[in-house]
């Protein structure tokens, strides 16, 4: 669901008055998703599944090409087709299955099959538009121009709007003239109303900085629906000096609708992860989305908190899917902090996928906020951005700017300034473009489930990215040793001063491990035993609350 928001502006009269619901019949239609075994014997060559573009992200973030990223077997789709008489609707590669639509249907028959995994039925309560089926699409090779660069080194007026971004630090990244270009990201929302003709996107309309829509749900021109999704977008791309700047007004984008306003159901998960295969095909750098789900129409297809495990919701297991492939993939915690359900929503669950909760302009916790922990004791958000009183594009003028309220606003300006990050360190894999802005947060080294990490100062992610030791303060790096690296059974901490009081082991994503507690040691040795082989960041907090960070590699 688009994630409910606050309002601040009267300016919503104008918004209500934009969408009109005359003449919609309301219809239930029954689906249901078939999950295969495996991907049957069909082979394909990874250049027909994956761009040029895609293939060299798998290159810089060492992901191995496999089977998942092969397409549902067609034989398998017939199949069930043709016994049961229904549509596939669309069909998820990471997932292995195909939803169908249809009524009626004997799901226990479809199950014996040997070919079947599980079936799993669910329904859809929808407006009269035509579901519009979804199969494998071809990728399309992007080839990103980087000449389309308005104000490239020279200070932005960001009108209203700089405020919001400075609590990030990451105009700093802007005066650097790094604003995003030559990155690709995708936003999955409920469409991008006047995206097409609004003054504040002709940059990109007609720069050619828009290089795919797609609406995976409905028939909806996605240009005609989805003001959240526009406003959403204004704070990536939107540009008009002395009014609004987005992060990454510079950024490339495939801009796609998964989300039907009228409705909340599980077909629009699925239509998440397909929407999110088809932008990994493409060679995506980042997928933002501002959606969450928690609640369905059917009460008995609602989620349940022990579902928020990072595990469970299949717009979450889409998202892991998505940030395993090498792509940095941020979203909106959501706007339940005040709620019976306060906790963060799908996909904001997923272990890897990056939660931004929302704060005050003065760095408060905004308490409608939707916070941790995870169903299995995670800490959630991950990091924040303003949520109150966020300065967007006015979607009627597309010239002006109003506020509004949400967490819905908080991940596209982290998006944003990490195309920028990307950018400035294009050589640096999404594990550590994400770790710097982990480690960059007020709170990194304090993270709770009101506020994560805290707030990211993006120009100090810009200094520590790609760096194998960074810290607090630069005195750290000296006065601190962590040996042996390459590592075996054990690792030793030496401090010059007395003062070690944690040493936190984290995989390379900045997920916790383990956390070991010492009181002001000086010498400390932490069992790295049952770590696998491969790499791991090694946090060492000292009793002032300074930290400090090194890479190893667990050898043996």
């Known amino acids: 669901m688009r994630i409910k928001i606050k309002f601040i502006s009267l300016f919503i009269i104008s918004l209500i008055a934009v969408i009109s619901t005359d003449g919609l019949i309301a219809q239930n239609d029954n689906y249901f998703a078939v999950y295969f075994i495996d991907k049957g ?35 398998y ?31 226990e028959a479809i199950r014996k099959h040997d070919f079947v995994k599980k079936v799993e039925s669910f329904s859809y309560n929808r407006n009269n538009d035509k579901i519009i089926s979804r199969q494998e699409i071809n990728p399309v090779d992007v080839t990103i121009e980087v000449s389309n660069h308005p104000e490239k080194g020279r200070a932005f007026d960001y009108g209203a709007s700089g405020a919001q971004y400075r609590l990030l630090n990451g105009t700093k990244l802007h005066d650097m003239g790094y604003t995003g270009t030559g990155v690709l990201i995708a936003v999955l929302d409920d469409g991008f109303f006047r995206v097409n003709e609004l003054a504040g996107f002709q940059h990109l309309y007609f720069g050619n900085n828009i290089y795919e829509t797609i609406n995976f749900i409905n028939d909806d021109n996605l240009f005609s629906v989805g003001t959240h999704g526009m406003t959403v977008f204004s704070l990536l791309g939107a540009y008009i000096s002395g009014v609004m700047i987005g992060t990454a007004p510079t950024a490339s984008f495939l801009l796609y609708k998964t989300e039907d306003a009228d409705s909340e159901s599980l ?13 990994d095909s493409c060679g995506v750098d980042i997928i933002t989305s501002s959606l969450v789900y928690t609640t369905m129409d059917d009460p008995a297809e609602s989620h349940k908190y022990t579902d928020m495990d990072g595990a469970t919701c ?12 090498g792509i940095l993939v941020i979203n909106s915690a959501g706007n339940h902090g005040l709620d019976e359900w306060h906790y963060i929503g799908a996909p904001a669950d997923g272990t890897n996928v990056v939660a931004v909760g929302g704060v005050h302009a003065d760095s408060t916790t905004w308490l409608d906020s939707s916070r941790g922990p995870t169903a299995d004791g995670r800490i959630k958000p991950d990091i924040c951005a303003q949520s109150c009183a966020v300065v967007l594009l ?44 982990y480690y960059s947060a007020n709170k990194c080294s304090n993270p709770d489930n009101d506020y994560g990490r805290g707030i990211p100062n993006f ?21 601190i040793k962590v040996f042996p690296n390459p590592a075996g059974q054990k690792l030793f901490i030496q401090s010059e001063d007395d003062d070690i009081v944690r040493v936190r082991i984290m995989n390379i994503s900045g997920g916790i491990l383990t956390d070991y507690y010492f009181n002001n040691e000086i010498n400390v040795t932490v069992d790295i035993n049952g770590l696998k082989c491969g790499t791991y960041l090694v946090s060492v907090v000292d009793k002032t609350g300074h930290m400090f960070t090194k890479k190893i590699i667990k050898s043996r």
């Open 41 to 75: 014997n069909t082979k394909y060559n990874a250049s027909e599944i994956l761009s040029s573009r895609a293939l060299g992200n798998r290159i810089r973030n060492e992901v191995i090409i496999d089977d998942s990223d092969f397409p549902v077997a067609v034989e």
């Open 77 to 107: 789709i017939s199949a069930v087709a043709a016994e049961t008489g229904c549509e596939p609707v669309m069909s998820s590669k990471w997932l292995n299955c195909t939803v169908f639509s249809g009524k009626g249907i004997d799901i």
């Open 267 to 279: 077909l629009e998960e699925y239509a998440w992860v397909t929407a999110a295969e088809r932008a």
């Open 314 to 325: 299949v717009v979450t297991l889409g998202a892991e899917a998505a940030a395993s492939k």
């Open 394 to 437: 006015d979607p009627i003028s597309g010239s002006g700017t109003f506020t509004m309220s949400g967490t819905s606003f908080c991940a596209p300006v982290i998006a944003g300034f990490a195309a920028c990050l990307m950018q400035a360190h294009p050589h640096a894999s999404t594990a550590e473009i994400k770790s710097s802005i």
């Open 459 to 479: 120009y100090r992610a810009y200094n520590v990215c790609g760096l194998e030791d960074f810290s607090e303060d630069e005195s750290a790096t000296a006065a």
